[in-house]
């Protein structure tokens, strides 16, 4: 079973910082996907990585596949920004089925 | 625009009667998935559809039943026999079976009293 591990569990920034949220997993992956939950409850996948880096905004995501863990940074924070964001993996051959993380909490004060 | 639909938003159930929570696509999606979220856990996979007319159980699939008789369309039955109902459901769809590209319903959190 992969198990996925979030740090930290709560973020509390001041608008403008740099900020970076962390998710490791046990075994082989096939892909991760980075999500932001809103207050509301709706999900938005930010990125789904397989290998390397990618930029979308003030949000990056990088993935190390060898050392099992990937990175969200963002940029330039907002409270805006302020959101559960979820690192969930996909593995095994079908790829049907996600395994999340318990979501970083991150608020950002003006 | 293209996306997911979840109905209703919030829903109130007495105790043993069973409720169905809508998900629409019109994504043009073949896979679709149930997940249940709890406070201080991550999402739970609960039925999961990679084509029309079938279905598959996740992990806590014991007192839901699910149906896909349209592509567009997963609709989650939560019955009396889910003895913690309370809980807030997530359905998404993905491009086939890999959960690539992946979309997310707004969720419905229903609360049994």
Known sequence: KNEVEQSPQNLTAQEGEFITINCSYSVGISALHWLQQHPGGGIVSLFMLSSGKKKHGRLIATINIQEKHSSLHITASHPRDSAVYICAVSSGGSNYKLTFGKGTLLTVNP | ?113
């Not at chain 2, 598959?56 to 997963?74: N, T």
Request: glycine content about 8%; aromatic content about 12%.
């Open chain 2, 1 to 113: 625009d293209g996306g997911i639909t979840q109905s209703p938003k919030y829903l109130f159930r007495k105790e043993g009667q069973n409720v169905t929570l809508s998900c629409e696509q019109n994504l043009n999606h073949d896979a679709m998935y149930w997940y249940r979220q709890d406070p201080g856990q991550g999402l739970r996979l609960i039925y999961y559809s990679q084509i029309v007319n079938d279905f598959q159980k996740g992990d806590i699939a014991e007192g839901y039943s699910v149906s896909r008789e349209k592509k567009e369309s997963f609709p989650l039955t939560v019955t009396s026999a889910q003895k913690n109902p309370t809980a807030f459901y997530l359905c998404a769809s993905s491009i086939g079976a890999r959960m690539l590209e992946a979309f997310f319903g707004q969720g419905t959190r229903l609360t049994v009293v």
